[in-house]
């Protein structure tokens, strides 16, 4: 396999960072992961400008000649060397502060930052997102700033490796009575036949998968709330859905153990899923997969 | 400068990590950074116990024949590789779960580990520890864990890049009115002729040298309050301290452009950063350098 590493395509065991990369030392840095379709970049734009503003809040500086034509470019001549055009897969973009003797305050301006892309082949599990997933409330233990996409991402892991211990697909953050998001995804609840979701805050990140769905469900005529959905609300839930760059709309059929609505997908999660689907790329087989 | 990576004492610029490392992809390990004194590593079995502990918590895989001694030896090895054997320096440690293709869950058991250590020369800036520094609160944006010395440091390092900004040299990270510590510090507060510091919790580092500092004021007789310090007993400020690895006993004379007291280091603070320069080696003129 063949990643990119700060301006060279490369075997994926020649490339290496600095101890000193503030990426490894601190996590300082953002990510973005986009999809690939066998039509290109699915919501290219989006991502784009979601890391634009990662690097604006972060002060990050960006290598020559950074640019949305650059990226794109890197993107597919890497899936290109690995084989993946024309394919299912994803593009993992990181950009971090670079390397420099180690100081919490920023490096000398000027200091190469490190810009890594990989790419992975993307299978989309079909039983899985017509059956549904178990999910699991817990703590939300992450810092005010979750509307950055930093590799600060340790509270994520916990909770994601807690949920996989206790034999379920993801964890539904909760803060302060509050579900938030999931450890790596967006969640969206229905209630009294209307979808809500956390509004756009500190507390969640601004998913591109997120705005999509909110955006196909009026195009759908359903109505949307975007307000903190309570644990207290519990009992309410008819049916609960995950979304995000590789979980598209991932029904969620049990929670904390019991069932949500009837323990199966519900007709709103898989009219989302069905227009998402479409979006992504209508009626084309390789999308559709082995369905 | 030599360092140590998995194993092999080589050039700093020999030593890199893979792009899949979860340092760098996550954040996903611990540090510690130890002072070493003309008569070794100082507080070595502090460091080490808190090293284990950040292990087990966020159950970390070691090295093979990874123990206090192995440590010690490296760090020994380092240090009279760099020619800093009998001088002040420090010791780096970080430790993290290994390079495994990027999923949030812990990859496969038996993942080797990444073990990183560096050292750097030190010089205590005497004339900075006479005469004090300006501080500036800040919000504490960090998550719920902050007693884990984890690699997930952008909030400390924004907190501190903004107080670099501002020309002061700490922030005070403040959190629900209360003061929890500095971005890479412990903060110690002198009301009423009383030390305060915040409680052992999950917002604050148990810091090895806050340790020491309420073991030697104890000692020294004060009054000692383990208890959060509120923005809003600011008016009642006598003297204010950092303490740290690095930092010893720093008196803050200016919190917010406003004077501490008279503005000047306090007694307490100074009798403290006393006993502390004692039981780092008591009258050793390396230990006192150029003051």
């Not at 039983?127 to 930093?150: F, H, I, N, Y």
Request: proline share 6%; glycine share 10%.
């Amino acid at each position: 396999m063949h990643v990119y590493l700060n301006g060279e395509i490369l075997p994926l065991e020649q490339a290496r960072v600095s101890v000193e990369d503030r990426g490894f030392l601190f996590g300082d840095g953002v990510y973005e992961v986009t999809r690939v379709l066998p039509s290109g970049l699915f919501e290219e734009s989006a991502h784009w400008q979601r890391l634009q503003r990662g690097i604006r809040e972060l002060k990050l500086e960006t290598p020559e000649g950074f640019s949305r034509e650059m990226v794109r470019r890197i993107s597919l001549e890497l899936l290109e060397a690995n084989g993946l055009t024309g394919r299912q897969a994803t593009v993992y973009l990181q950009l971090t502060r670079g390397a420099a003797p180690r100081s919490h305050a920023f490096p000398a301006p000027g200091t190469p930052p490190t810009l890594y892309l990989s790419t992975s082949p993307f299978q989309v599990p079909w039983t899985q997102r017509k059956e549904g997933v178990s999910a699991l409330m817990l703590p939300d233990l992450r810092w005010a700033r979750c509307d950055l996409k930093t590799v600060n991402l340790l509270p994520n892991i916990l909770a994601k490796q807690q949920a996989r211990e206790a034999g379920v697909f993801e964890a539904l953050l909760v803060r302060d009575g509050v579900i938030t998001e999931g450890a790596s995804t967006s969640v969206f609840v229905v209630m009294d036949g209307a979808l809500y979701t956390h509004p756009k805050d500190h507390h969640i990140l601004p998913g591109v998968t997120r705005d999509i769905i909110l955006a196909l469900a009026r195009e759908l005529g359903m109505t949307v709330h975007e307000r903190p959905v309570q644990v207290a609300e519990r009992g309410r839930f008819q049916e609960v859905f995950l979304a995000g760059t590789t979980t598209d709309v991932q029904p969620v059929v049990v929670v904390n153990g019991g069932k949500v609505g009837e323990g199966r997908p519900g007709p709103m999660t898989l009219a989302l899923q069905r227009a998402l689907l479409q979006r992504m790329g209508g009626g084309g087989s390789a999308v559709r997969g082995r369905s």
